[in-house]
């Protein structure tokens, strides 16, 4: 049985820092491309970031480049999500989730190529 459980959300004044972590169980981790992506209250869930299985290749959003951060330990069956300067129009539901790759450098930012995806964690950003 798959599981991606996320944690690391909270409540954060504008300018401030969060680290999302996203733990996973019953995959090959190292075979998955790992995404983030959020949804906003009234609005569409939208792509964040990616990093292929490998973690050697990387992919943002125009709006948190720069701010944000993803990696991944493979030994952990972990993803990672640092958000630094944070915004107001950052807060969402943020979710992860995880698609298979042909290869070690495989990624995609398309939200209907993932296999599976985690509950949600809550960010929300103060002004």
């Known amino acids: 049985q798959v599981q991606l459980v996320e944690s690391g959300g909270g409540l954060v004044q504008a300018g401030g820092s969060l680290r999302l972590s996203c733990a996973t169980s019953g995959l090959t981790f190292i075979r998955y491309a790992m995404g983030w992506f959020r949804q906003a209250p009234g609005k569409e869930r939208e792509f964040v970031a990616v990093i292929s299985g490998s973690g050697g290749v990387t992919d943002y959003t125009a709006s948190v480049k720069g701010r944000f951060t993803i990696s991944r330990d493979n030994a952990k069956n972990t993803v990672y999500l640092q958000m630094n300067s944070l915004k107001p129009e950052d807060t969402a539901v943020y979710y992860c989730?995880?698609?298979?790759?042909?290869?070690?450098?495989?990624?995609?930012?398309?939200?209907?190529?993932?296999?599976?995806w985690g509950q949600g964690t809550q960010v929300t950003v103060s002004s």
């Open positions: 989730a995880a698609d298979w790759g042909p290869r070690g450098s495989y990624y995609t930012p398309a939200q209907r190529e993932y296999d599976y």
